[in-house]
């Protein structure tokens, strides 16, 4: 980029370095007022976004929670009833079995490294397969990245009652219809 491409009076963004939580300070009259505005209007339509997509988020979560409910009382009816596939309006639904393996983790790699060391005859396998496995999850590759994260202000508690069963849900009305 040349020089000619860059704006003529961008703020340089000063960071404190005296605390364990630097912020950036820029007075606000070292920017251009539409430059500002532009900004503002972005950083609005940001939050506007980010309640818009944790209303949906909520509804989608309802949904899924029915949908489960649902799908257990229909494979139940299909496995009942001998059933694989069925045809319906909306298309076929077909009953499938799939098979995962359990996630690999820290204690399961070194269970697993403690027995292959003592197949091997190795005296002390399980403080050797303890000092491999710290020493591959200690010295491991790091990714940084950037995001933005919004933290909204707290709304105060309501008061706690007594009987649970009136709660309301918190997913908004206009969207419950979805």
């Known amino acids: 980029m040349n020089n000619k491409d860059k704006p003529a009076n961008k703020p340089q963004v000063k960071h404190s370095d005296n605390s364990a939580t630097a912020t950036a300070s820029v007075s606000p009259d070292e920017f251009d007022g539409a430059e500002l505005k532009d900004f503002r209007v972005k950083v609005n339509k940001w939050c506007e976004l980010d309640n818009k997509i944790k209303q949906f988020e909520q509804v989608v979560k309802a949904h899924k929670k029915m949908k489960d409910d649902l799908c257990g009382d229909i494979l139940e009816f299909m496995e009942g009833y001998d059933i694989s596939n069925l045809t319906t309006p909306f298309g076929k639904l077909q009953k499938v079995e799939s098979v995962t393996k359990v996630p690999i983790t820290k204690t399961l790699i070194e269970d697993k490294l403690s027995t292959y060391f003592n197949k091997l005859g190795v005296k002390n ?42 709660r309301k849900s918190n997913v908004p009305e206009g969207l419950k219809k979805i």
Do not use: G
């Open 125 to 166: 396998s399980k403080e050797q397969s303890e000092s491999l496995v710290k020493d591959l999850y200690d010295n491991r590759e790091k990714k940084t990245s950037m995001r933005l994260r919004r933290i909204a202000p707290r709304a105060p508690k309501p008061p706690k009652d007594k009987d649970d069963s009136s």
